[in-house]
Nanobody, 123 residues
Framework: QVQLVESGGGSVQAGGSLRLSCAVS????????MAWFRQVPGKEREGVAA???????SYADSVKGRFTISKDNANNTLYLQMNRLKPEDTAMYYC?????????????????WGQGTQVTVSS
């Protein structure tokens, strides 16, 4: 059974940085595609960044040049480095995963989800 546990959220001022982590268990990290999504209450969930087993990445336009997704296969951990944060980045951030053959970038129908970690950016 695949389990995803996010950490690293918190409160930061605009212009600051945070790094989110997602620990993966129950599946070979090298054979899965993964992503970060975010959601604000009352709004649809939004794909932020995704990475395939081969390292191919995909980003939402709103975060390109500011966020970087990466993974550490040895430690089964996914990361999201968030720089130059803006108040509009405030959301609950979720880690998602699925089998690598399902990959279609941020449009992948991810079947495994974490519980989320809150990111709050103040102006």
């Amino acid at each position: 059974q695949v389990q995803l546990v996010e950490s690293g959220g918190g409160s930061v001022q605009a212009g600051g940085s945070l790094r989110l982590s997602c620990a993966v268990s129950g599946y070979a990290h090298s054979n899965i595609c993964m992503a970060w999504f975010r959601q604000v209450p009352g709004k649809e969930r939004e794909g932020v960044a995704a990475i395939n087993a081969d390292g191919t990445t995909s980003y939402a336009d709103s975060v390109k040049g500011r966020f970087t997704i990466s993974k550490d296969n040895a430690n089964n951990t996914l990361y999201l480095q968030m720089n130059r944060l803006k108040p509009e980045d405030t959301a609950m951030y979720y880690c998602a995963a699925d089998h690598a053959e399902q990959w279609v970038g941020l449009g992948t129908d991810f079947g495994y989800w974490g519980q989320g970690t809150q990111v709050t950016v103040s102006s």
